[in-house]
């Protein structure tokens, strides 16, 4: 049986009909990925198979005791708790195993269950609480809720604040680790990737394929992610369902494949019923008008029966980028550029003397044609870097400039001075003579510009102000690349793009013959992005920002430096990850109090508590002594008779805390010494 069976859904907003028939099923363990365009109902759906919305008519069942858990784009949050407190409420069916136990621990305590048959009646209700909570990790929640927060880039700073003081992206965060914690049968994911960064999204991937059992349906604009992780595709098209096997890649394969049968069967068909309505307008009248009428007779049931769907094209760029004029050879030079800012004590980031240091010392050169992206953790830098580069902001030191005859064409994050009451068109028109001075733009030439980036003629008479995000995006980038810039910096492009826009975009940014014969962009790109698909086509170098003041020039593709970073870890090359968090912050010193004596200097107090008296051979002989009591405190957890006494589970429990805190202590001691601080 079906861990989820969806049955002749139908659903319709106003005169508008979004799912018609849709049925489909999900089996368990299944990795499913839900596709289409903006506002086909991908959304609709989801909310319907959680029960949040209902159809017009249909029916969604899931198999008996299942769980179902659902990401929405609007999660709910305990506003009272802090981060970590509403994370391990994630763990509810754990929780309330543990509740049960602590029942039964209290019933065996009562003297009226103290007769044999009832006292195994408790033991045996408790043997088996404990082996559901074993086997669904329940001795370690507090280790597995902080492995998920750090893994979608939170620290062990954050875990106290509020959950009413975080930011909207951190509440989007939260509610995913917490929904991952859950652990349910089947996973509603509704566009995941939002707000996390490049690590996050690894991360996620990670958790999915190697550490989550259940099911998952998938909503998500990140093409890399849904070739990592789901195994099927569903798309919605036309209020219908298609399904295809396979990742994102072969989805893609299979449905132009699909798309060209379907158009040569039409095309067919079409010039078919051209030829019978030109032998029934020749000869309705004449000595064949019985034949006549039999052949129009005979058309109208096919035209009703058995017409060929026109097929629908996911979009594909059909603008010839303007020729900017020729820059300097050298684009841009930035040299020893260092930029820091006042630290909340909070917020992650290395700090020195409370500044956030963003990047330190930093030295890179851009030339005329090259296709570079800065990368890293959100808050790391990136448009700081850009902004600094373009003049907008100043540095704390060095230098950063643009070359000769650099003509920059910036796409930001937060637009300012949209005109929103204008008609798509309008605005598109306007843009192209604000960037271009002096340039004639016709009505003509701006609708043929918004036909090209995917706008139907009745979309490019609505206002920009009513347009969805990903549609002003759209309408954006348009006016953007079709003035004749030769640097074009974008940040975040794709933030609100469904896929086929991204793709378009992907497609317009390629340089002139890289993996196609159509006409790209021969200019110099800087381009901040989260989305590994885009960085991969477009661009060969990298600026990556460790998140900690820390930067890197890599030349290659981010998959490139993904890889060798994969490598480097395999092989223990120090550094680690480009994108960890910080270690914790450790206290600061307290200085002694007034009237006491200081401690002759070169004299090192081995009571203080500091480890830096310790001669190397010594800390890594008390790194394998920890290492070794870490693990018998492990081998004893994994010990069933230790389980049904409370209090030594929980005294093995706080021997494992225990072992762990010192090893994690001795080996930061390591690490501090290994980079030389």
Not at 304 to 316: I, S, T
Not at 379 to 393: F, I, N, Q, S
Not at 649 to 663: G, Q, V
């Amino acid at each position: 049986m079906p861990l989820l069976s969806a049955t002749n859904l139908k659903y319709t907003i106003g005169t508008r009909t979004l799912l018609d028939g849709v049925s489909f099923s999900i089996e368990a363990g299944e990795r499913v990925g839900l596709v289409g365009r903006n506002g086909t109902g991908k959304t609709s759906l989801f909310k319907i198979i959680a029960g949040r919305l209902r159809p017009d008519s249909g029916s969604v069942s899931l198999a008996r005791n299942a769980r179902m858990g659902y990401l929405s784009q609007d999660p709910e949050l305990d506003l009272s708790k802090t981060l970590r407190e509403e994370a391990l409420a994630g763990f509810v069916e754990l929780n309330r195993l543990h509740a049960d136990l602590d029942a039964v621990f209290h019933e065996m305590g009562e003297p009226e269950n103290a007769a044999p048959e009832r006292l195994e009646r408790l033991m045996k209700k408790q043997s088996e609480l404990q082996d559901r909570i074993e086997s669904m990790g329940g001795y370690a929640t507090d280790h597995k809720a902080d492995a998920v927060l750090h893994g979608l880039g939170f620290v062990d700073e954050q875990f106290g604040i509020p959950v009413s003081g975080l930011s909207g992206g951190q509440k989007g965060r939260l509610a995913l680790a917490k929904l991952l914690l859950e652990s349910p049968d089947l996973l509603l994911l509704d566009e995941p990737t939002n707000h996390l960064d490049i690590a996050g999204r690894e991360w996620l991937e990670e958790f999915l394929v190697s550490e989550f059992r259940g099911a998952v349906l998938m909503v998500s604009h990140d093409r890399r992610m849904l070739n990592n992780v789901v195994t099927r595709i569903e798309e919605i098209d036309g209020a219908r369902l298609i399904d295809y096997p396979g990742n994102y890649d072969a989805f893609r394969e299979i449905r132009q494949q699909r798309l060209l049968t379907q158009h040569r069967a039409y095309e067919n068909q079409q010039s078919q019923w051209a030829k019978e309505e030109e032998f029934i307008r020749r000869f309705r009248a004449g000595q064949r008008a019985k034949e006549a009428q039999g052949r129009l007779s005979k058309l109208e049931r096919q035209k009703e029966l058995f017409a060929v769907e026109r097929p629908v094209e996911m979009g594909a760029m059909k603008f010839r980028l303007p020729e900017a004029p020729r820059s300097a050879d050298l684009v841009a030079v930035v040299r020893e550029a260092s930029k820091a800012y006042d630290n909340p004590p909070e917020e992650n980031g290395s700090t020195h003397g409370g500044r956030r240091v963003l990047f330190d010392n930093l030295t890179v050169t851009i030339s005329r044609g090259e296709r570079w992206a800065i990368v890293g953790p959100n808050g790391a830098g990136k448009t700081t870097l850009v902004r600094a580069l373009l003049g907008d902001l100043p540095l704390d030191s060095g230098t950063a400039k643009l070359g000769a005859s650099v003509y920059v064409g910036y796409f930001a994050q937060l637009p300012a001075g949209v005109d929103d009451e204008l008609p798509l068109w309008e605005y598109l028109q306007r843009a192209i003579k604000r960037e271009n001075p002096g340039t004639t733009f016709s009505e003509q030439q701006a609708r043929d510009l918004a036909g090209a980036f995917l706008f139907s003629g009745q979309e490019q008479d609505k206002a920009l102000g009513v347009l969805s995000g990903g549609e002003r995006s759209r309408a954006r980038l348009a006016a953007l690349l079709a003035s004749a810039k030769n640097l074009l910096v974008l940040d975040e492009p794709t933030n609100h793009l469904d896929i086929p826009s991204a793709e378009l975009l992907e497609e317009a940014l390629r340089a002139p013959g890289e993996d196609s014969d159509k006409d790209g962009f021969a200019g110099t790109l800087l381009l901040i992005s989260h989305d590994r698909a885009l960085i991969d086509a477009t661009c060969k170098h990298l600026i990556v920002l460790d998140g900690h003041g820390g930067a890197t020039i890599f030349h290659g593709t981010y998959s490139e430096w993904h890889d060798k970073q994969v490598r480097d870890r395999a092989a223990g090359v120090s550094g680690g990850p480009a994108f960890s968090p910080p270690p914790p912050k450790r206290p600061d010193p307290k200085p002694a109090a007034t009237g006491q004596p200081s401690r002759k200097p070169g004299r090192i107090d081995k009571k203080a508590g500091g480890l830096s008296w310790m001669p190397n051979d010594r800390l890594e002989k008390e790194i394998e002594k920890a290492s070794a009591r870490l693990k018998a405190a492990d081998a004893d957890l994994s010990r069933e008779e230790i389980y049904r006494d409370a209090e030594r589970c929980r005294e093995a429990l706080s021997a494992r805390d225990a072992a762990a805190a010192e090893l994690e202590r001795l080996e930061e001691e390591w690490l501090r010494r290994a980079d030389g601080t």
